[in-house]
């Protein structure tokens, strides 16, 4: 199994970006997906996740500029109005059974997002 991440960069307060995480490889479905982040100094947080059926979950004061979203083996996270203090590298955790009937989670190898002017 294998995590791709993309859409990390440099944007301006206030700006937006979308990341996208894609698993491939052999296995039997994916059940919940998340995105996760960890600023310098800082231990990783849960900024959003998703279940198999599509409910959410934010990160307190996160929800209304942050939507999280998944299609077929990919979940995105589009970032709105974008602050400084949402610089950190941003991590994607996916749940994914094997058709062995084992749950493992992977995580992609992170991408940068600097808010600065």
């Known amino acids: 199994v294998q995590l791709v991440e993309s859409g990390g960069g440099l944007v301006q307060p206030g700006g937006s970006l979308r990341l996208s995480c894609a698993a491939s490889?052999?296995?039997?479905?994916?059940?919940?997906m998340a995105w996760y982040r960890q600023a310098p100094g800082m231990q990783r947080e849960l900024v959003a996740a998703?279940?198999?059926?599509?409910n959410t979950d934010y990160a307190e004061g996160l929800k209304g500029r942050f939507t999280i979203f998944r299609d077929k083996n990919t979940v995105n996270l589009q970032m709105n109005s974008l602050k400084p203090e949402d610089t950190a590298v941003y991590y994607c955790?996916?749940?994914?059974?094997?058709?062995?009937?084992?749950?493992?989670?992977?995580w992609g190898q992170g991408t940068q997002v600097t808010v600065s002017s």
């Open positions: 490889g052999n296995f039997f479905r994916i059940s919940s």
């Open positions: 998703i279940t198999s059926g599509g």
């Open positions: 955790n996916i749940e994914i059974w094997s058709y062995s009937g084992v749950a493992d989670n992977y």
